[in-house]
């Protein structure tokens, strides 16, 4: 499983594994304990994880969820320190360590709270997906 498996449905809380396309919509299954089947229409906006971004200051204007995700993994292992329920200043504070040049204009702090439970949920579901693959350790 990577990202592009993976999606959240606008206005369903958690995130989604894609299972397949159908004529109107998409199958999915939900990544928690309960695994409940959805089909998804053309009249649901579902997004695709690896298509999310985060607004930055730098030239790209964007940084990718997946590498946002990555470098969580690689610095916290897990124990990021804060919950979706936190104060605004500590979840800020928290993406700042990630990604100092987020722009704090654009990014709400909803956002940030999505991200801490998105990871969450990858991280017990399927952590396979955030480890770093051999093509990306090189680069590094």
Not at 15 to 28: F, M, N, Q
Not at 35 to 63: F, H, N, P
Not at 66 to 83: C, H, L, Q, R
């Amino acid at each position: 499983m990577n990202f592009k498996d993976i999606a959240t449905v606008a206005g369903k809380p958690g995130l989604y594994k894609i299972l397949k396309p159908t004529r109107s919509g998409v199958v999915l299954e939900s990544m928690d304990d309960k695994k409940t089947k959805l089909v998804a229409g053309m009249a649901q906006r579902v997004s695709i994880l690896s298509d999310i971004s985060i607004y930055t200051l730098t030239e790209e204007g964007a940084e990718p969820l997946e590498s946002v995700m990555k470098k969580i993994e690689a610095e916290y292992k897990g124990d990021t320190g804060v919950e979706s329920t936190s104060p605004e200043s500590e979840l800020r504070a928290f993406l700042k360590s990630i990604l100092p040049e987020f722009d704090d204009a654009r990014v709400y702090t909803s956002d940030i709270k999505k991200l801490v439970t998105w990871y969450n949920i990858i991280r017990a579901a399927a952590p396979e997906v955030l480890q770093e693959t051999s093509e990306e350790q090189k680069e590094a």
